[in-house]
């Protein structure tokens, strides 16, 4: 195709459009330059294309092409309608993901120096069109677009939950949409190991299938797996072939697939079928690999022989999360790795183990990526970061010169509740809307110019402890991951909360009619709405005194807290909740006068999962000179420990008497211990 044709009816495309049919165009991730025009372009079904992109690659395009809703048919005329030209270089766009896109009223024009650039600029067109009754009109545009990160993930969780290979692929067809291109596949977790080994079938056979449909009653049952044609089993893995068709379907979508296998923790599954790689050399009681057992590394090292040999993606993905040290600090087997090797305690003892990995994945041409847990104990030489207990990890690793993915719970982990908690099925907790989800920005500004670029990516996590069905999956990631999509693709600038969610609510339509169940988005409740406006009453910023000290976990804004005005929302990680761990809520405000009170109140919140209670009673005392104290009421919680569902409950006392002192207490209850909460102590 001669380039020289091409500019020229690229600009006659430009001048020549026709009435214009569309005020903006609204894309999601919006691009980088969108300049919309007069006039459109209406075509039928069935219009030809053409395309320069060597032999190799035009397959797989006109394949998209062709079963996309436009029908395309390949053409060898250089002036088809549709014309995806591969170029050298674009001006102003380094990323070999960027496009052009020119939609003149004759037709189309995309320029890139990749296929998969070309696949985008395709994507944004199908955004972009219009159906109509004889066909499909797209507004006459300029478009010129790159990626802000080449790292745009999205987690999958099919260990607490497996999902079929069809529904994997059909989250694939949602991410490409979108232009998110790495799918991090978390295969193996103590639920269960969901990849066929061929070296160990017992991984499958033993641990795929539980009896317990639901990871809930699973976790608060036995915990036991069991065999595919037992009563009952639930679950599944896939056989290298699925994989095998996981991955080809990825590849034509521009999307790598990283597989998790996870070490040395969450591995439950593991140890049940190979109890002598534990510390305890027993089934069902150790959750971490035992790093002293040389036979541990051998099985890993098995297993990424297959993964490697499986997954074409550079980096493997090698957990690291959450591994309880205690077995390790008991175990004659590691406390002898950690003198041979010269450690210096159990978080050096993991780093042991994920150098060593570390070393085996670059030994065969692959790099290691670790939850930021890889951190601790020493940093193996060449790993990526993946930071998601807050943004603290990763800005420690960019610092040091590592990779790093953005990934912290607080704005990217999809399992939390996306609305009101009490309109919505039972999530894990915390409250992430998609607003929130929108307004992150993945570089912290504590790195400097020089480290920024170690930012490489963002990445929206579906945990699925809680999300028992597929259909469940879409609701908690679409549209949130359509949020995290524009955070991953688009410059900050370009950037518009209004106009993304007026896209974002046209997008769950069209989600909702290809078959997805996305959350629907017009039927947002929205924050608690305490939380919305300040609290106005007597006891504000007046000095509280703490009999025992608030948790410096949760602080909220210290000791101001619970007389600043400001209640907390639906989450007690919201930094509006103050938290008090093992401990009670003893507070004496002081209003700095002897005063009418009618009224004291405060709110407290219960989610037994991260064990946070409601106290188990609640007593209001009054004084006017601070020494001789009148106990007003006493309140005993209504709720029991066993209720599931986040539940908030108000404690007040009304009446009427003169106090100059407020003496608040939430008494813990012994029974549970863990965590109180509560945001401000009303005065009235
Ligand atoms: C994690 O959420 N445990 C990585």
């Keep these: 195709m001669k380039i020289q044709s091409i500019l020229c009816l690229c600009g006659l495309l430009v001048m020549g ?38 032999e190799s690659e035009r397959g797989d395009l006109a394949a998209i092409l062709e079963a996309s809703p436009f029908r395309l048919v390949a053409s060898a005329k250089e002036n088809a309608p549709f014309r995806f030209e591969l170029v050298p270089a674009l001006p102003n766009i380094q990323s070999p993901e960027g496009y052009t896109l020119t939609v003149g009223s004759e037709g189309v024009h995309a320029q890139a120096t990749t296929a998969t650039g070309l696949f985008y600029a395709f994507q944004s067109l199908l955004q972009m069109a219009e159906k109509e009754e004889a066909g499909f009109v797209l507004p006459c545009v300029s478009v010129s677009d790159y990626p802000r990160f080449g790292y745009r993930g999205m987690h999958m969780d099919v260990s607490r939950h497996f999902r079929s290979k069809e529904f994997v692929m059909k989250q694939l067809d949602a991410m490409a949409r979108y232009k998110l291109n790495r799918l991090h596949w978390h295969l193996t977790d103590g639920a269960g190991w969901r990849l066929e080994i061929k070296r160990y079938p017992e991984l499958t056979e033993q641990t795929a299938y539980r009896p317990y449909p639901n990871w809930k009653a699973w976790w608060k049952g036995d915990r036991h797996y069991c ?68 036979e541990t590394f051998t099985f890993l090292e098995n297993v990424l022989t297959e993964v490697i040999a499986l997954f074409p993606s550079e980096y493997i993905h090698v957990g690291g999360d959450e591994a309880a040290k205690s077995s390790w600090e008991k175990c004659p087997k590691c406390q002898a790795r950690i003198r041979k090797e010269g450690l210096k305690d159990e978080k050096e003892l993991q780093s042991y183990l994920i150098h060593r990995m570390e070393k085996f994945l670059n030994d065969h041409g692959r790099k290691l990526i670790g939850w930021d847990e890889i951190l601790e104990g020493g940093l193996a030489p060449s790993a990526t970061v993946m930071s998601w207990r807050g943004e603290q990890g990763g800005i420690t690793a960019a610092k040091a010169g590592h990779g790093v993915i953005m990934t912290p719970g607080e704005f990217c982990y999809l399992d939390a509740y996306q609305d009101a908690p009490a309109t919505q099925p039972e999530a894990i907790g915390g409250y992430l809307t998609l607003e929130k989800v929108y307004s992150y920005n993945p570089v912290p500004a504590q790195l400097t110019d020089d480290e920024k670029p170690f930012i490489q990516g963002v990445q929206a996590n579906v945990w699925a402890e809680y999300i028992p069905t597929e259909e469940h999956l879409e609701y908690m990631t679409y549209p949130r991951l359509l949020a995290l999509a524009e955070v991953a693709w688009t410059q900050p600038e370009r950037k518009d909360w209004p106009r993304f969610r007026e896209a974002a609510l046209k997008e769950v339509s069209w989600l909702q009619a290809q078959g997805y169940h996305p959350f629907d988005l017009s039927k947002e409740v929205g924050e608690r709405p305490e939380s919305l406006h300040p609290v106005e009453h007597l006891g504000l910023n007046c000095p509280v005194k703490y009999a025992q000290p608030w948790s410096s976990a949760y602080p909220a804004s210290g000791d101001s807290t619970l007389t600043d005005g400001v209640r907390g929302g639906w989450t007690y990680g919201d930094r509006r909740w103050q938290g008090f761990l093992c401990k009670d809520v003893d507070v004496t405000i002081d209003l700095g006068k002897v005063t009418d009170v009618r009224l004291v109140e405060a709110d407290f919140l219960q989610l037994r999962g991260p064990e946070v209670w409601l106290p188990k009673e609640v007593v209001i005392s009054l004084s006017e000179d601070g020494r001789e104290f009148t106990e007003m009421k006493r309140i005993a919680t209504d709720v029991p420990v066993t209720e599931e569902r986040l539940t908030f409950r108000n404690y007040r006392w009304e009446g009427q008497a003169k106090a100059r002192y407020v003496h608040f207490q939430g008494l813990l209850n012994r029974e549970v211990m863990g965590w109180l909460f509560t945001d401000e102590i009303i005065i009235k």
Excluded: W
Aim: proline share 8%.
């Design 227 to 294: 065999r595919k044609d037992d009563p009952g089993a639930d679950g599944g893995y896939y056989t290298q072939d699925d994989v095998r068709e996981v991955l080809e379907y990825a590849r034509k979508l521009h999307i790598t697939v990283i597989p998790e296998i996870e070490m040395p923790g969450h591995s439950e599954e593991v140890l049940a079928v190979f109890p002598q790689l534990s510390c305890s050399g027993k089934p069902y009681q150790n959750g971490e690999l035992c790093i002293g057992n040389e």
């Design 17 to 54: 459009c026709g009435p214009s049919v569309q005020k903006e165009v609204t894309l999601i991730p919006q691009p980088q330059v969108c300049e919309l025009h007069s006039g459109a372009y209406s075509f039928s079904e069935g219009e030809a294309f053409v395309t320069n992109l060597p």
